[in-house]
């Protein structure tokens, strides 16, 4: 069946006249007329009856009138999709959050401009650890990924996004708690807390190397799964530990955040992609990242979240 054909009957149909049917459309009323057979013998039924000024529908053409309507509709909403698709202002993106990464500023501007710039493509957020978000950036089941730097992956792209100071965790109950700055190696005989080097091993190894290079190996304590857990865990006296700058959001009873004085041991987070995706929501969405890099955050003053 003639998308075109459809079109046609649907104008004879709303104007009940062939002649003005024929002037809204652009064209001929003998050529109407012939299209109209058209879609009568294919159909094997008359679709209108004539009447002394105009037409009515039969039966058949007032079943057909409805029908038709949801096609053509149907068929313009699937065009505007494909369109949307193709220069990707409509689709889905699953977006992986690492480490509490979702924290920064930063990355929450690019998400928000990025809603506001394409308000038709829908985020799926996806929080998890860096090693298990590059597995899902591999098997496809993420699209894109804000991951704690270095991580080793050559299969990968990665841009970096943000590069933020770490800064010491303490309880409130702690010397330095009350203290403008730090020197990291203030921590060396304190309980060290930290996460598992299996969910970010970059990460992981960037901050035993800071503190070796400030003259100590920290004395591991208690694990935590993530950020947010390991700064609850040092509120409630299990030891010290340092996390980026912007964690320092969250609000833990019984926490204090200390800047770190000297060259201070710094925190990277960078967008992980699969280097020829070739969705344009995707590459959008990068894009958008890249507009909003920021190396060198602020540091945070010290402050405290009770005691």
């Known amino acids: 069946m003639d ?21 809204k459309l652009g064209i001929q009323q003998p050529p109407l007329s012939q299209q109209i057979r058209q879609l009568e013998d ?13 037409v009515e529908l039969t039966e058949a053409g007032a079943f057909l009138a409805p029908q038709a309507r949801r096609i053509l509709e149907q068929v313009e909403q699937t065009k505007i999709a494909v ?46 650890v860096t090693a298990e978000l590059v597995r899902m950036l591999h098997a496809s089941t993420i699209d894109v990924a804000f991951l704690r730097a270095p991580f080793d992956d050559d299969g990968l ?28 190696s ?62 320092s959001q969250v609000r833990a009873e019984g926490v204090a955040y200390v800047p770190l004085a000297g060259e201070r041991p710094m925190a990277w987070t960078r967008l992980g992609y699969r280097r020829h995706d070739a969705s344009e929501a995707v590459k959008n969405f990068i894009a958008i990242a890249r507009r909003h890099r920021m190396v060198g955050s602020v540091v945070p003053r010290a402050q405290s979240t009770g005691r």
Not at 4 to 22: G, I, K, W
Not at 92 to 112: E, L, T, W
Not at 200 to 215: K, L, N, R
Request: aromatic share 8%; glycine share 8%; charged share 15%.
């Open 3 to 23: 998308l075109r054909h459809l079109r046609y009957f649907l104008a004879v149909a709303d104007e009940l006249h062939f002649t003005r049917a024929a002037a």
């Open 42 to 54: 294919e159909l094997g039924s008359k679709l209108f009856r004539r009447l002394t000024r105009g």
């Open 83 to 128: 369109q949307g698709l193709a220069r990707g202002t409509r689709g889905h993106i699953r977006v992986g959050f690492s480490n509490a990464s979702y924290f920064n500023s930063v990355v929450s501007q690019v998400i928000r401009d990025y809603r506001e710039r394409f308000p038709d493509v829908v985020l799926a957020p996806v929080q998890s």
């Open 157 to 184: 792209g990665s841009d970096l996004i943000v590069e933020e100071p770490l800064v010491a965790v303490v309880p409130t109950s702690h010397p330095l708690a009350g203290q403008t700055e730090t020197h990291l």
């Open 186 to 247: 203030a921590l060396a005989k304190e309980p060290f807390l930290i996460f598992p080097r299996a969910t970010s091993p970059g990460f992981y190894d960037s901050i035993i190397s800071a503190c070796q290079q400030a003259g100590f190996s920290p004395q591991l304590g208690q694990e935590a799964p993530d950020i947010p857990s390991l700064v609850h865990l040092v509120g409630a006296g299990f030891g010290v530990s340092v996390v980026p700058s912007a964690v």
